[in-house]
């Protein structure tokens, strides 16, 4: 059965640092791209970073280039994302996706396995 669970969710001040995790089990990690997404209450889900199943191309949407970083342990199955410099307008609940083949794809519905989110909050 496959799960998909993230960690590192917290309160954070303005210009702070966070580090998600998303532990994969059930499922061949190395052979999935990853992605992180987000959705803030009354907004639609946004992607917000993916990456490749080797770890060396990485996609970023405007907004968290510069700030963020993703990066994956094949080894341990596990995605991470590191946040810097965070925002007030980064508050919202992360979601950890996986999927074979959507890498390049930044629509939340392609993406097949998803994790319960942690939420992120940004004091100003």
């Known amino acids: 059965q496959a799960q998909v669970v993230e960690s590192g969710g917290g309160l954070v001040q303005t210009g702070g640092s966070l580090r998600l995790s998303c532990a994969v089990s059930g499922l061949t990690f190395s052979g999935l791209f990853m992605g992180w997404f987000r959705q803030a209450p009354g907004k639609e889900r946004e992607f917000v970073a993916s990456i490749n199943r080797s770890g060396d191309r990485v996609d970023y949407r405007d907004s968290a280039k510069g700030r963020f970083t993703i990066s994956r342990d094949n080894a341990k199955n596990t995605l991470y994302l590191q946040m810097n410099s965070l925002k007030p307008e980064d508050t919202a609940v992360y979601y950890c996706?996986?999927?074979?083949?959507?890498?390049?794809?930044?629509?939340?519905?392609?993406?097949?396995?998803w994790g319960q989110g942690t939420q992120v909050t940004v004091s100003s």
């Open positions: 996706a996986a999927d074979p083949a959507a890498f390049v794809n930044r629509t939340p519905a392609i993406w097949d396995y």
